[in-house]
């Protein structure tokens, strides 16, 4: 019977082995995952690069391109866009990315697994921006199974814009074959895509603002019966360059300690939810008689109206310098905390979470103030709470990340 049971083992572990090698990331079969029925799910590793930033800010060029390309985090929510394009915006300080396939045979690309955003979209060979130069590019001709949609695809930033075509293709998301994809493949891309790491950009919020109709990867995945349960979850490191993950079609509970707080959606374009106030020691100092904040992995900092924001600020003793709220380092561990209170749970920040430290600009603030009244739970706010986005059941889940 042993014998039987060992060979049964080594077949298994030779088949394993030969799954690692076909897929082009880490693919992850997780037991017990969280879920009652839900015994497997696919995980995406995610890493945290270094930022356009910080990449500027080691060549001394970060003053001059702040001036030229500023920061509008607010831009790819703008409502005017919504029905046909899908804006993004020009975030100099997104790090995290994954690495996805397309084509047959497979071409690699890093993306940033955006909740803001619906489209698929890579670089393409017909692309004559310098962003294109120094990034992978999708090659149409070495694929058997790709086919042009007639579609153009136009995706607004803050300060320019990227322009393609759309087509049809598998994608490869972890072990998870998406057939007869939409995405888009650029000809054009704004300046400052060239100092990203990532390549393009994966959107999986809802259908209803994604460009040209497409449907989005995650959509796609579920009509196709790919995913366990249809959902994901994000877990975020802070530091370290490894150890981020992306959960396709599952809820991990080793990324997470205590409850899950379920949060229903207020609107089904983003993953936007109500929030009641932002407090601190129990004083309100944001968000007073509530506001709108979508959770979203595609902006890095925590947005909000820039009166908000400001007082946010004085409260934790920054002192705005050339648009950055700047604090003392050594005042981190004497910092409060900030509380974020939805649904009737709050969400604590604590100093070390919310407080940014670069080598070239000491430490500054991870607040960012707009002109519109809607919130955005970016990556700090992220990287504290793992975050499940719910699609069956319209909502999203929030648990203290471990």
């Not at 493949?185 to 959107?203: C, K, N, R, W, Y």
């Not at 002192?319 to 709220?325: K, P």
């Amino acid at each position: 019977m042993n014998t039987v049971i060992n060979i049964f083992k080594a077949i298994y572990a030779e088949l394993l082995a030969k799954s690692k090698a076909l897929v082009l990331i880490s693919s992850v079969v997780i037991a017990n995952s969280g879920l009652p029925h839900q015994p497997f799910a696919d995980l995406v590793p995610l890493i945290k690069g270094k930022t356009v930033r910080e990449t500027m800010e080691e060549k001394g060029l970060w003053e001059d391109f702040r001036q030229k390309y500023p920061y509008n985090p607010m831009a790819k929510f703008d409502s005017s866009f919504a029905a046909a394009d899908e804006p993004m915006t020009n975030d100099a300080d997104l790090s995290y990315y994954g690495v996805i396939s397309i084509g047959t045979p497979p071409q690699s690309f890093k993306v940033i697994f955006d909740t803001g955003s619906s489209n698929l979209w890579v670089p393409s060979v017909y692309c004559s921006s310098q962003a294109c130069q120094n990034h992978q590019k999708f090659d149409p001709r070495q694929s058997s199974t790709f086919k042009w949609a007639g579609k153009s695809l136009s995706i607004q930033y803050g300060t320019g814009s990227m322009t393609g075509s759309l087509a049809y293709d598998t994608v490869r998301v972890a072990s998870i074959v998406d057939t007869n994809q939409m995405f888009g493949l650029s000809q054009t891309e704004a300046p400052f895509m060239a100092h990203m790491v990532a390549d393009g950009i994966l959107g999986l919020a809802f259908a209803s603002i994604s460009s040209s109709g497409a449907t989005p990867v995650f959509d796609n995945m579920i009509a196709e019966g790919l995913l366990s349960q249809d959902l994901f979850s994000v877990y975020l490191t802070s530091n370290s360059q490894s150890g981020s993950m992306l959960t396709l079609g599952g809820i991990d509970s080793s990324y997470y300690t205590g409850q899950i707080a379920w949060i229903p959606l207020s609107s089904e374009t983003y993953w936007q939810i109500t929030m009641e106030s932002v407090t601190i020691n129990g004083n309100v100092i944001a968000c007073n008689g509530g506001c709108q904040a979508i959770v979203d992995t595609g902006t890095s900092l925590l947005v909000g109206p820039a009166a908000d924001i400001n007082n946010m600020n004085q409260w934790v003793g920054a002192t705005v310098n050339n648009g950055d709220a700047v604090v003392n380092c050594n005042n981190i561990q004497s910092m409060p905390d900030i509380s974020f209170n939805i649904n009737g749970y709050s969400f604590t920040i604590p100093a070390s979470t919310y407080v940014r430290q670069s080598t070239y600009y000491g430490c500054r603030t991870g607040f960012s103030g707009s002109d519109s009244n809607l919130w955005i739970l970016g990556d700090v706010f992220i990287r504290e709470y793992y975050s499940i986005f719910d699609r069956s059941n319209r909502m999203v889940g929030l648990a203290k990340s471990a």
